[in-house]
């Protein structure tokens, strides 16, 4: 999921930091994702539907620059929002 895609999907798209974790350069995260459907995602045309998902990111910082990072988004939790899986 690139930003560029994401942004013109979701123009109003924020996050939610439920909580944050750091241990030596290591910094972690889990928050939750909110915003409108409003663009083209994946082949899917906008629904104007309010979505929301949750992801845990893990970053590496050095110098204060982040200069690793791994992250999981629940995708399969957006799709259904948008309809484009069975249960959705």
């Not at 109003?12 to 915003?35: C, F, M, P, R, S």
């Not at 910082?61 to 259904?80: K, Q």
Request: with cysteine.
């Amino acid at each position: 999921m690139t930003t560029r895609c994401t942004r013109a999907a979701f123009p109003d798209l924020h996050a939610v930091i439920h909580w944050q974790a750091a241990e030596g350069n290591l910094v972690t995260t889990y928050k939750t994702y909110h915003g409108t459907h409003e663009g083209e995602f994946f082949g899917i045309a906008p629904t104007g539907k309010a979505i929301r998902f949750e992801t845990v990111d893990a970053m590496r910082v050095v110098d204060g620059r982040i200069t690793e990072h791994w992250g999981v988004a629940n995708l399969f939790s957006l799709m259904e929002q948008l309809g484009a899986t069975p249960g959705g």
